[in-house]
Structure formats: structure tokens, C-alpha cells
């Protein structure tokens, strides 16, 4: 039988969100009528500053376009960087190998944190 603790748990985060938003903005109001209630700021953990709104993040999958897109131009930089700076190997066996071996393996070092932010969750 399916459950719906995770639906539950996602609705009342919701509406939590919009309950604190409301506190939020009828202090702010208050504030603005009565500045005497002023001095509570500081204990209530409310701020008289007017409430954000809530901006929901970047979806995994704008995230996975975002990253896809950066990691294809990175690459062509990269590739363009490394034949150019190639021309300038000698043209012995042994530096050849040595220099497009750490090349050709060194190019994803760059790329962990794009990739962990990529499949963060949430």
C-alpha cells in the first residue's frame, strides 16, 4: 500500500513556508504603523526588514542543461588548448607519451565540482 509521508511532509513544509511568509509581512506592517513594537525585533528573530519571497532553486534538470552546456564549451577550450600547446612537445617518444597521457586524463579534474553541483540534490 503506498504512503504519503513524503506528500504530507512536502504540504506542510509548504505551508509553513506561507504561514511565516504572512507572520513575516503583517509584522512588517505592524512595524511601519507602530514603531513602538520596535524593541521586540530582536527577541521575536524577526527583522524589520520587509519578508522575502520565496524563489524556488534551479531544478536538476535546468542544473544537468546548465552544467551539460558548460562542460561542452570547457572541453572546446580545452581541446584547442592542448593541441596548440602540443605543437610545442619535442618530438620524442617518451615526452609525447608522458604529455598527452596527463592531458588526456587531467581534463576531468576541473570538472568534479561542476559535476558534483550537477547531481546535488534538492
Do not use: C
Not at 22 to 49: Q, V
Not at 66 to 79: E, K, R, T
Amino acid at each position: 500500500m503506498p504512503t504519503t509521508s513524503s506528500a504530507t511532509a512536502n504540504s506542510q513544509m509548504a505551508t509553513g513556508l506561507e504561514r511565516s511568509e504572512l507572520r513575516n509581512e503583517i509584522m512588517w506592517r505592524g512595524w511601519r504603523s507602530n514603531p513602538a513594537e520596535l524593541w521586540r525585533a530582536p527577541f521575536s528573530g524577526l527583522t524589520s526588514a520587509r519578508p522575502a519571497r520565496y524563489e524556488p532553486r534551479m531544478t536538476p534538470r535546468v542544473r544537468k542543461f546548465v552544467g551539460m552546456i558548460a562542460i561542452l564549451a570547457f572541453m572546446a577550450v580545452y581541446v584547442i588548448v592542448v593541441s596548440t600547446i602540443g605543437d610545442y612537445v619535442p618530438d620524442h617518444w617518451l615526452a609525447q607519451l608522458v604529455y598527452y597521457g596527463l592531458s588526456g586524463t587531467l581534463w576531468g579534474v576541473p570538472l568534479f565540482p561542476l559535476i558534483r553541483w550537477m547531481n546535488r540534490e534538492g
